[in-house]
């Protein structure tokens, strides 16, 4: 009896120590962490509205396929998973080279790859592989109970351009093969510099007497006459409209940025529901940025009796027109915006829809802001009859701007004739518009009376000139008198030149005696963040010029150079010492603004060990935090490594080169959450410049 207990406590403890070995090994298999690259998707790399394969992503030792197609106005869509044990797809879109995104995740669990039909992928809750316990794997699987869930399908698509997308967009039908338990569904979003506006059914916004309105719909406001003073198509109510944050608009193409038009990026439309029977119904959304949420409802009685299947649909739009269309009675049509920077307006363009055949004379200029209403005039451009057009229309007007000073862009429309247009415009929920009914046409006066204003923004966008350029007038002669020098160039003015083939504007800041650009080369913006992405700008080899490999998406070579200039925009990595990129070693490449490869503009250069020492050492903090708080906005864009060629410590640690070299390294800035200071590295590391002026 004693050694039949013995054994049977034998058994046991053997059992319960191939438990833990196994629970151990599962354990540490699922938080081995994987190399998982970051995938930028170029918008010029993709199909327009056809979805590709990109890539691969490996996390937790599976393979899934990665999927993007570009809409036609060149913004991006990528589709793939998130492995959450099981895995989960999501959608991501991007605008503006990534500037602006919004990515939902799908709150099911599906296969980690989708399948493909046609031009769907369909990503599906019967794929979702079977994950079992420790206690599952040690017993026959007929008797290993793992969780099931209802069967759902997401398909996701390309959306084709229509009147209301000029770019087209994407959808994800998301269909329930049994009534769900809840009549919700939450999806987790996450997005970057993008604000929401909620456009409710227009009997909620307007009341009797704004805007002469008479009575309203859901859809359509009234005057006495019975004329239509505004509609709102029944998929824009209960949608949302969605815009660069903080009202960013306009076209900065001419002065080295990219044409923002009128700021709009996506226009999520309230989703339609409908089952197998062709039965249909509008679902509830709201979009909550706070929690990171977009919450569907639909009415659970009508679940109750639908036909299953049943197919959510909403649809994401990629257009920057207005979803809400103003009627043909009102004669000035003014929307309010805030002025980017110093400057110049060379044009003003407005979005019009015929109202009647053959059009009527039209024009466009600006007006000083005054406490909220239009003000006095600034410029305005010539009358023109765009005939029967349903589009964008351009209009020269000449006139300067004043960094952020409010100013009110206006078109006026001669509608005499019985002919107009109508114009285009959301709800934003801040007072940015106004209307006048009985303005006399090409009359520019200043404080245009009878003006009704409304939380409105209107489908116009100015595009800007570039300023006067910085002039070296040395060796000129004026009344005979010669000039020697460089007239003296005040720290705070903005830099214009050309960097990777492109024109480009940087400003600059005064700092411990020295005038610094305001941001790494290769970066859109000045850092808001130490951690804003698109502020981390380029990495580049010590020596090198902008030849392309300093970009985080270029081509790697393990191929050494044998000149200064390689000839090529490839990375060059993998080397063993001295660890640069070229042999022999040439110490003079950054030396200086006539440094042979000095990648900064004329009258810029590399800063030296010693500036980057004095600059450091003034911070409030020596790490990331006091490097951020310093005027520079200095930010922890990582580093490309040279030994196998990847970018890694991205937000992790900042590292900026120096122009001095150390024996057969060079010396750099480094920063990180309990450091900060001046080391040595190999040459062929890829790090941020900050270009500082020459004294």
């Given at each position: ?389 349903s589009g964008y229309y351009s209009i020269n007007v000449t006139g300067s701007i004043v960094k952020n000073n409010l100013y009110f ?287």
């Amino acid at each position: 009896m004693r050694k039949f207990i013995t054994s049977i406590f034998f058994l046991l403890s053997v059992a319960v120590i191939v438990i833990f070995i196994i629970f151990v090994v599962n354990m540490g298999s699922n938080n081995t962490p994987s190399q998982q690259p970051q995938n930028v998707i170029k918008a010029k790399n993709l199909s327009v509205l056809k979805i590709a394969s990109v890539g691969k992503t490996v996390s937790e030792g599976v393979v899934s396929e990665e999927y993007a197609f570009k809409t036609k106005d060149n913004g991006t869509v990528q589709i793939g998973t998130e492995r959450h044990s099981p895995p989960k797809p999501y959608v991501k879109m991007d605008k503006w080279d990534g500037e602006v995104s919004l990515k939902i995740q799908m709150p099911f669990e599906t296969g980690d790859n989708p399948q493909v039909r046609g031009d769907k992928l369909r990503y599906s809750t019967a794929d979702k592989p079977v994950t079992l316990t420790p206690w599952q794997k040690l017993i026959p699987l007929s008797y290993a109970q793992t969780p099931t869930q209802p069967r759902v399908d997401i398909d996701i698509y390309p959306m084709q351009p229509d009147s209301q997308n000029e770019g087209g967009g994407m959808e994800f039908d998301t269909i329930f093969y049994e009534k769900p338990t809840a009549n919700q569904i939450v999806f987790p979003i996450e997005t970057a510099n993008l604000d929401f506006f909620y456009q409710p059914p227009l009997n909620q916004e307007y009341k009797a007497s704004d805007k002469g309105i008479v009575s309203c719909t859901q859809t359509d406001c009234y005057d006495k006459n019975g004329q239509v003073i505004d509609h709102r198509p029944e998929n824009v109510v209960g949608s949302y409209a969605v815009y660069y944050k903080d009202g960013k608009s306009g076209d900065y193409t001419a002065i080295g940025g990219k044409n923002y038009t009128t700021g709009k990026a996506f226009h999520i439309y309230r989703p339609e529901v409908s089952d197998a029977k062709g039965n249909k119904i509008w679902g509830d959304m709201n979009i909550n940025t706070d929690t990171g949420t977009l919450t569907i409802t639909v009415d659970q009685n009508w679940l109750d009796n639908a036909t299953y299947p049943v197919t959510v649909d909403p649809l994401f739009g990629s257009t920057d027109i207005g979803g809400n269309t103003n009627g043909n009675v009102w004669m000035l049509d003014a929307s309010r915006f805030t002025a980017p920077d110093n400057g110049t307006i060379s044009s003003i363009t407005v979005y019009l829809h015929n109202y009647t055949s053959g059009g009527c004379n039209i024009n466009v200029g600006y007006y000083n802001d005054n406490a909220g209403s239009v003000g006095t005039q600034v410029a305005h451009g010539t009358a023109v009859n765009p005939g029967d057009l349903s589009g964008y229309y351009s209009i020269n007007v000449t006139g300067s701007i004043v960094k952020n000073n409010l100013y009110f862009l206006a078109v006026q429309k001669d509608s005499s004739g019985g002919s107009s247009y109508s114009t285009f415009y959301d709800l934003i929920g801040e007072q940015r518009e106004g209307y006048n009914t009985s303005h006399t046409f090409n009359d520019w006066g200043d404080n245009p009376s009878g003006m009704f204003y409304f939380t409105d923004r209107l489908s116009i966008y100015a595009t800007y000139a570039p300023s006067a350029m910085n002039m070296d007038i040395s060796g000129l002669k004026i009344q005979g008198i010669n000039i020697g020098t460089t007239v003296p160039w005040p720290c705070g003015n903005l830099v214009n030149f050309t960097y990777n083939g492109n024109p480009v504007i940087y400003r600059t800041v005064s700092h411990n005696g020295a005038c610094w650009m305001d941001r790494n080369l290769g970066a859109s913006e000045v850092a808001t963040a130490y951690n804003d992405t698109r502020a981390y700008g380029d990495l580049f080899q010590w020596g090198r010029l902008a030849d392309g490999h300093q970009l985080r998406t270029s081509g790697i070579t393990t191929n050494l150079s044998g000149s200064d200039n390689p000839g090529n925009s490839n990375f060059i990595y993998g080397m063993g010492g001295p660890t640069d990129w070229r042999s022999p070693q040439n110490d003079n490449l950054w030396q200086g603004v006539s440094g042979i490869n000095n990648p900064c503009p004329p009258g810029w250069r590399i800063p030296t060990q010693a500036e980057w020492t004095t600059e450091y050492s003034s911070w409030s903090s020596q790490d990331y935090n006091g490097a951020f708080a310093s005027p520079l906005k200095l930010t922890e864009g990582g580093t490309h490594n040279y030994f196998n060629g990847l970018v890694v410590n991205v937000s992790i640690e900042g590292y900026y080169w120096s122009s001095t070299v150390n024996y057969t390294y060079a010396d750099y800035l480094s920063f990180y959450n309990s450091f900060a200071g001046v080391e040595s590295t190999g040459r062929a590391n890829g790090d941020s410049v900050r270009c500082i002026q020459n004294p």
